[in-house]
């Protein structure tokens, strides 16, 4: 069993940054990707960025540039940090990682205004 607490959400106006946590419990070995997913009110959700058990990371394109994920394994902890943040990146964002079935956060709400 795997569990996730998100936090660093809030409220920023466009143009600024957030950096969202996600923090693992229990059986962290088993690990082996983890994921930043938002849903954006009325859509479906997305895949926002992934970071693989070696480091390797991936990007959807709409955040490509703008948004990092990193992870220190010390604090089993995942980041996103999200630069030159837009209205259209409004949404719940929520953690998600393999180990090897699928575990999820509950989710920190984002709020870019204008």
């Known amino acids: 069993q795997v569990q996730l607490v998100e936090s660093g959400g809030g409220s920023v106006q466009a143009g600024g940054s957030l950096r969202l946590s996600c923090a693992a419990s229990?059986?962290?070995?088993?690990?082996?990707?983890t994921h930043w997913y938002r849903q954006r009110s009325g859509k479906q959700r997305e895949l926002v960025a992934y970071i693989l058990s070696g480091g390797n990371t991936n990007y959807a394109e709409s955040v490509k540039g703008r948004f990092t994920i990193s992870r220190d394994n010390a604090k089993n902890t995942v980041y996103l940090q999200m630069n030159s943040l837009k209205p259209e990146d409004t949404a719940v964002y929520y953690c998600?990682?393999?180990?090897?079935?699928?575990?999820w956060g509950q989710g920190t709400q984002v709020t870019v205004s204008s």
């Open positions: 229990g059986s962290t070995f088993s690990i082996t990707e």
């Open positions: 998600a990682v393999l180990a090897p079935r699928a575990y």
